[in-house]
Every structure is written in C-alpha cells, then in structure tokens.
C-alpha cells in the first residue's frame, strides 16, 4: 500500500491565483481530514469528510473548497489564494467509526508559499 | 489549541537521559494520539491511548493516560539522536479520529 499520498510536495503561488492540493489514500478509509500547520500553532483543522459525498468545516475552513466524490481521494482547494494561506498541508485518513479504534495516518505534506 | 496545552515547547537533553513531555486537555479525552514528526516531514504514528489510566510502550518510548482522560505524558528512556524530532499530541474530545486537536509541539534535540 502507497498508504497515504499528496501532490505536489512544493508550490509557490501569486495573490489571487488558484490551485488544487491533491491527497489520495489506498487503505479504504472512510474518512479523511485537511489540516495546515503554522510554526507556533500546531495543526489547524480545514475540512473533513466521514465518506464519499460527505464533507464539513473545520476549524479554519475560510478560503477553501473540497469535495469527496471517491472513497480515495479529497482534494482541496484554494479559490483565491493569500499570503495567510502560506502553510504546510497535510491530509489525513482514519477507518472512523465511534469510537475510533485507530489511528489517523498523515500523508508527507504539501509546502505552499503565496506571494 | 488552548483545549490542548503541550510543555514544554522544546527540550534539549545529552544522548542516554530521559524526559518526558506532557499534553493537558481542558475537555475530556476520547483518545490521545502521539505522533512524531522529523523536519519538514509528514507525521508518524507513536501510540494511541483511550482508557483511563492506560499505559503503552514501544522500544523505548512510554505514554500514559490519567485516570481523569485530562492529561497524557510521553516518555522516553535512555534518549538517542533517532529520538530527535518534533512530538505531538492529538486529542479526540468529540469521539471522532478525523477532527483531532493537535498540541503546539515538543521540539526534542539530542545531544551527543
């Protein structure tokens, strides 16, 4: 199993342009998360998704967009993007179920700088 | 997160001691997970602890959970240059493995 991956691993965007943040997983997990992380901040939850054509909010979910038409992938958007949006993202899978008996397993991160 | 609080926030210690971080949850903890990260890495699982009181270890590294589900520790025995990295705590406080409260992060150097 690839286990949990992201494309691209680097990017730089201009103010204003748009990009998609990739993330598929292999493993069949029902859910699937987006997190970013700021120095001194830890992780900060975007969006998730408990299944396919399932997604909601998370902690700081302004300024993005994902959709979850296959169990495998959640991509993430960026409408519009800011120099605030300058983060590392990593995405996220889990089996789910209440309560979860494992664990969330991360993909290696996407670095984006927005300029 | 001010749910989550982790201490200390880096930590220095010769190769051969021992440390221990701690994670303090303002809300109940459904699960606690502690992952490691090398720089500019992704995230590695450690352990997952759920039950009041549990204690889990693996090679060298201990974590624990309170009986109250309110804090956790992690500890590391006879500290190496591999245990270099940033440890960070994830708290379950709403039974559900995706939305996870992630702590700041224990940077943790490893002295020879």
């Known amino acids: 199993n690839a286990g949990v991956t992201q494309t691209p691993k680097f990017q730089v965007l201009k103010t204003g342009q748009s990009m998609t943040l990739q993330c598929a997983q292999d493993?069949?997990?029902?859910?699937m998360s987006w997190y970013r992380q700021d120095p001194g901040m830890g992780l900060r939850l975007i969006h998730y998704s408990v299944g396919a054509g399932i997604t909601d909010q998370g902690e700081v979910p302004n300024g993005y967009n994902v959709s979850r038409s296959t169990t495998e992938d959640f991509p993430l958007r960026l409408l519009s993007a800011a120099p605030s949006q300058t983060s590392v993202y990593f995405c996220?899978?889990?089996?789910?179920?209440?309560?979860?008996?494992?664990?969330?397993?991360f993909g290696p991160g996407t670095r984006l700088t927005v300029l | 997160s001010q749910e989550l609080e982790q201490s200390p926030q880096s930590l220095i210690v010769q190769e051969g001691k021992n440390l221990t971080i701690n994670c303090t949850s303002s809300k109940t903890l459904y699960g606690l997970y502690w992952y490691k990260q090398k720089y500019g890495e992704g995230l590695i699982f450690l352990m997952m602890?759920?039950?009041?009181?549990e204690e889990k270890s693996h090679e060298k590294i201990t974590a624990k959970l309170d009986e109250k589900k309110q804090q956790s520790s992690l500890h590391i025995t006879a500290s190496q240059p591999s245990h270099a990295g940033i440890y960070l705590c994830?708290?379950?406080?709403?039974?559900?493995?995706?939305?996870?409260?992630f702590g700041t992060g224990t940077r943790l150097q490893v002295t020879l």
């Open positions: 602890l759920q039950k009041g009181g």
């Open positions: 994830g708290a379950d406080h709403r039974r559900a493995a995706s939305k996870l409260t």
């Open positions: 493993m069949n997990h029902e859910y």
């Open positions: 996220a899978s889990s089996y789910g179920g209440t309560p979860p008996t494992d664990t969330q397993y």
